[in-house]
């Protein structure tokens, strides 16, 4: 009759149940790991994605602060933009690091190198 109790009390004694405790809190912590790996490789991708629209939006705001005259009105809106963007490439900054990927060449460094020619 207590058959099925002694085995329980011999694996217990035995050390068997901490060993599979261990194994599942091994297997829990893999798959944390896994999951983490995996947010960093989406928010790495999206950071890059991201990224090339600010190109984008630096870019054009800089022909078009080329194009208008140093006066212009527009011109403070342009610069705005640029402003914008660039707070933008440092959360892009923050992202990639976030995910372990290297910093992108951004539109921070696209304004600078606009913002010194004028």
């Known amino acids: ?9 011999v694996a217990a004694d035995s050390g068997i149940d901490s060993d ?3 194994l599942k809190k091994a297997e829990d912590s893999l798959l944390q790991a896994q999951k983490m790996q995996a947010m960093g490789t989406l ?9 090339n629209i600010l190109l ?13 005259p140093k006066e212009h ?25 976030f995910s372990r990927r290297q910093e992108p060449s951004g539109p921070s460094r ?6 010194k020619r004028r």
């Open 1 to 9: 009759m207590g058959g099925a109790r002694d085995r329980r009390t």
């Open 43 to 51: 928010a790495g991708g999206i950071a890059h994605d991201f990224n």
């Open 110 to 115: 696209v304004f600078n190198r606009w913002s």
């Open 20 to 22: 599979i405790t261990a």
């Open 56 to 68: 984008a939006i630096t870019g054009h705001a800089g022909f078009a602060a080329e194009d208008l």
């Open 73 to 97: 009105p527009v011109q403070r809106d342009v610069e705005e933009i640029n402003k914008a963007a660039t707070r933008a490439s440092d959360l892009v900054r923050q992202i990639l690091t």
